[in-house]
């Protein structure tokens, strides 16, 4: 990646990107003044030089730390040597990843320089909350509001305060005229008592959602726990319940949560009970001994989708969530309540798991379960140890659709690419 043909002072960008300057620049220092009788400033010194030098070693052993390599380069972007800082990190980036904060700040000082081409190729390969967002305002810029609004919910769904991202999904979700839901009191208020007529006892609520609850509880007659998932409203949602056990008993198999009863008219459905509860309970936990090695679960979890997306179904809810482990640490994939046929309309889905296309209104396809298997390996690798072979792969998941894996078998070859 060469930027040698980039001009080195052009205008700066009239679009507001102040925030990123505020962080990342300092302003340069207004130049002397001369007059007739005073002497002509010295030449630069090579002390610039030395810094640059200094600066190229981030990263190699006995080289500059992250804090002191910042420090060195904002002290050269309020010279004349910002733009060989530039190009020197560029280079240094090409051959082993820049620290993210360095790296944030560089792409910073490119957008400054009004090369935002450049800035959001360093950008794709950062995954913190302000390289995101950094990225979502240049893809906006650029026309991509779908694709702007996408990177703004990874963040939400990470960090619903961080600031500016709230303000961000507003606004770019009312220019793709996408209304937002409102939650109602009855749909938050789902009462854990045991109806008379249900074969169950409800121990505890173990998750809640848009759709409905779900329970801890026991079968009276047969004595085993099972998961039972109460809709919070039965009449309004009895299609989408039958819909949901109907798609789970067709793809039936390894990978995929077993039902075993329904009832429509009062609105549940028992499912089996897996031991270690969601994805999204381990991450929480920090439970590191479930969720490492990724390999453990992760290339099982792409053989289940890869048995939907064969049966001629895109699950289109996948998140932590939505992905229960096993005392073995096998994954078992669950509600297909939204779930449609390849090429169907698409509904909404969890914020921050929806591919940038289904935000553009597309249909239903398998590499929408691409784009959700992407975004929780972005989660694991999150919470903990970084892996850079699952990061690259989480990094071509979560591409735009014409980069990213079509389909969970081609999604499998990647994995067992890496070893795994």
Known sequence: MSYSARPRNPPRSLEPMGLWSKLFSRPAAPAPTETADAPRAPPPTPWRSTEREALATVGRPGGLGTEDALATFRRLRATAEEGRAIDDLLLVNAERSLPEPLALAVASAMVDRGDSAGAA??????????????????????????????????VLAREIDHPGARERRQRWRGELGLLATRTTEAATSTVAIAEPDTPYTLLREIARGGAGAVYEAEDRELGRRVALKIYHEPIRDRAQLEHEARVAVQLAGQGVVRVFDLDPEHGWIA??????????????????????????????????????????????????????????????????????????????????YVSPERLRGRPASAACDVYGFGRILEDVLDAGADDPRWRELARACVAPEAQRPAHARELIMRIRALGA
């Open 271 to 352: 499912l089996e009970w897996v031991t270690l509860s969601s994805l999204r309970e381990r991450l929480r936990a920090r439970d590191h001994a479930n969720l490492y090695p990724i390999e453990r679960w992760a290339l099982p979890l792409a053989q289940g989708l890869a048995r939907v997306h064969d049966g001629g179904w895109a699950h289109l809810d996948v998140k932590p969530a939505n992905v229960l482990l096993a005392a073995s640490s096998e994954p078992v994939l669950t509600d297909f309540g939204i779930a449609r046929r390849l090429g169907e309309p698409s509904p909404a889905g969890s914020m921050g």
């Open 121 to 154: 190729k360093v950008l794709a390969d950062l995954s913190s909350s302000p390289a995101l967002l950094m990225r979502a305002d240049l893809e906006a810029e650029r026309g991509d509001v779908p694709f702007a609004l996408a990177l703004t919910e990874r």
